[in-house]
């Protein structure tokens, strides 16, 4: 079976570089899935799962934000943060999750940053369903 080569590459330095059969991807439209010899574009990711699956084995991680580049064979995301299952801690992304919910929907604190708690929700959200 053909593969496609996906490189994942955050501001420390790669974080995967590996052959796959096919990658689920958090598009900011949705969903979509690539697989190999897959048409070029470019588009941006929003807060998600990645999934990564080889030989009927999924590797599952969290990813927020970034931006995909597609090519026929290649596939390059360019995210801040990307964590595996393993990486997270599924405690302290219930109590960000909760903490966030609190300042955006039960603060009467005009000072709070909406659009900080938001993106703190999306990716404690994001965390937490890579998970499980």
Do not use: Q, W
């Amino acid at each position: 079976m053909k593969k496609i080569h996906i490189e994942l590459i955050m501001p420390e330095g790669k974080k995967i570089d590996e052959m796959v059969d096919s990658i689920n991807v958090p598009g900011v439209d949705g969903d979509f899935e690539i697989l190999p010899d897959h048409t070029p574009f470019i588009t941006k990711i929003r807060p998600g799962t990645l999934c990564l699956n080889t030989n009927n084995k999924t590797t599952k991680y969290a990813i927020h934000d970034g931006f995909i580049t597609v090519d026929k064979d290649k596939v390059i995301i360019i995210s801040e943060i990307a964590e595996s299952e393993k990486e997270i801690d599924l405690n302290r992304a219930k109590l960000s999750k909760e903490r966030a919910e609190k300042r955006i929907f039960n603060s009467k604190d005009e000072d709070i940053d909406y659009r900080r708690a938001e993106v703190s929700l999306h990716k404690a959200v994001a965390r937490i369903n890579t998970i499980g």
